[in-house]
């Protein structure tokens, strides 16, 4: 009844007398049936696959081998968790000294499972160049999320979408799944904070919140149960709605990231151990595996590239989820005082240019944007370290759309624009499609160079070679290109502080 009083504002008279209705999926027979797939690059030559359950399970397990039909190995875990809301539990096993680049297959231990595969992650240094994908901001679909038109000819997909999910951005994820190697998602998933949107939820939040989050990462597991899928923290995972300073009231298992944290705790990496011939790197790499906080704060490595995940959301000064936030969300610290900048540092520090020359980041919130004022303490307390160690691209999201910008430090545009910058370049990759719709472009700003609110689309970053990377934006329903640009950067350095 407390989600009632705090969210009825919202909703039409005549939702009062609407029963309540959380739209649960079906609980198998068989409990052991996994669901919501989701895989992770978790370190060197190192891939942990993550599902749940609607029992524990003693001793999750998964067979896998580079042949469909020969799965000869097999790795277990005691890992299987759930909390207080939820009808189910998370599992996670890691599959480790894997061979490189390579076609893995398998099978979740279950009387009742099937055959996946997946391809493993390249070697540090490995300069063949390959494609990822961002999305951000992409929500539930059908009764709970929205609801769109879509050529009906593009469903028969690889990988299989249910015929039922209307999703777009899944649906070209589907389409396209030989054209990049892994996903990166740096918040907002499922928006089940926003239950309260649909008058059929209104009686029955509790039981709707953890409805939405079943129905997104089902619809979100063809993808994820193929590809890498790396998370970092959104608001819209803090609590059970985004009301202020009303947190407290949310339900046990409702607040504080608990489903992020349940879900995807085990199975993101901390940091690599660095392959470079340099002490100082590989002194400043193990410092960053001993203050990662995954999956808040991580990173890893992928042929030309080193990635870090950052938290925007708490544990930071003035971090708006964080205690006294602007957000009113009351959610962390996950970290003692300072470790999420300790372990940038570190990080950061470590990274060897020659072995992967590309280093790019990922977050939630922006503090370059347009239509409106972007997050100005995420700015204050991360600008300044990317700029230092020579960030090459930024990838956030937060705001409802697609954004590019030139590269750019303290609000200041490069003068050399996209041909060798010491600035880094900012995209804003928030228009994957989620129940609170579109944000509309509104005024620019001088940094910026696209902006698109037209449709639902999301980004694709492909690395050329050890200098030139391609951002394209790319429109969900039609596949079209909706911005394309090349970033040089020459790499000459190899340990960049600036």
Known sequence: MVHLITSVKTLPVWAVSVLAAASYPPIPAD???????????????????????????????????????????????????TYATSRTYSNAVTLTDLSPATTYYYKIVSTNSSVEHFFSLRVAGDTTPFAMNAVIDMGVYGADGYTIQMDETKRDTIPTIDPSLNHTTISQLANTVDDYEFIVHPGDFAYADDWYLKPKNIFDGEDAFQAILEQFYDQLSPISGRKAYMASPGNHEAACQETPYTTELCPTGQKNFTDFMTRFGKTMATAFPSTSAAEAARVNANKAQLLAKPPFWYSFEYGMLHFVMLDTETDFDDAPDGPGGSAGLDSGPFGTPNQQQEFLEADLASVDRTVTPWLLVGGHRPWYTTGGSGCTSCQAFFEPILYKYGVDLAILGHVHNSQRFQPVYNNTVDPNGMNDPSFPMYIVAGGAGNIEGLSAVGSNVSSNVFAYADDFSYAKISFLDKNNLQVDFIRSATGEVLDTSVLYKAHTQQFVVQ
């Open 31 to 81: 409990l052991t049936t996994p669901v919501q797939q989701r895989l992770a690059i978790n370190g060197p030559n190192a891939i942990s696959i993550g599902w749940n359950t609607y029992e524990k399970l003693d001793q999750p397990c998964v067979q896998y081998g580079t042949s469909s039909d020969a799965l000869t190995s097999e790795a277990c875990s005691t890992s299987s968790v």
